[in-house]
Nanobody, 124 residues
């Protein structure tokens, strides 16, 4: 049974930082590509960052240079370091795993099968 549990969201002022965590059980975070997505009410879920099995990363243009995806294999946890946050970053953030993702990173939502429940980030 695969379970992804996000944490670390909250409220922060513009220019501030947060670090999101995604603890995995029943799944090894380093085995395939994993990603972070975000979604606002009434909008489509969009990919913001992905890390491949080989550690190569990919970011959306809107977050490049401000967000950093990483993983801790020993803790079996995925992270998203968020710096210089902007009110437009206010969203629900989800981590996701692609069990067939042995190749390059991707931000395509449809490639990911397992999802966490999300953690809210609010920037004012």
């Amino acid at each position: 049974h695969v379970q992804l549990v996000e944490s670390g969201g909250g409220s922060v002022q513009a220019g501030g930082s947060l670090r999101l965590s995604c603890a995995a059980s029943g799944y090894t975070v380093s085995s395939t590509r994993m990603g972070w997505f975000r979604q606002a009410p009434g909008k489509e879920r969009e990919g913001v960052a992905c890390i491949g099995r080989d550690g190569i990363t990919m970011y959306s243009d809107s977050v490049k240079g401000r967000l950093t995806i990483s993983r801790d294999n020993a803790m079996n946890t995925l992270y998203l370091q968020m710096n210089n946050l902007d009110p437009e970053d206010t969203d629900m953030y989800y981590c996701a795993a692609d069990p067939l993702g042995f190749g390059t990173p991707t931000l395509l939502r449809t490639d990911f099968e397992y999802w966490g429940q999300g953690t809210q980030v609010t920037v004012s």
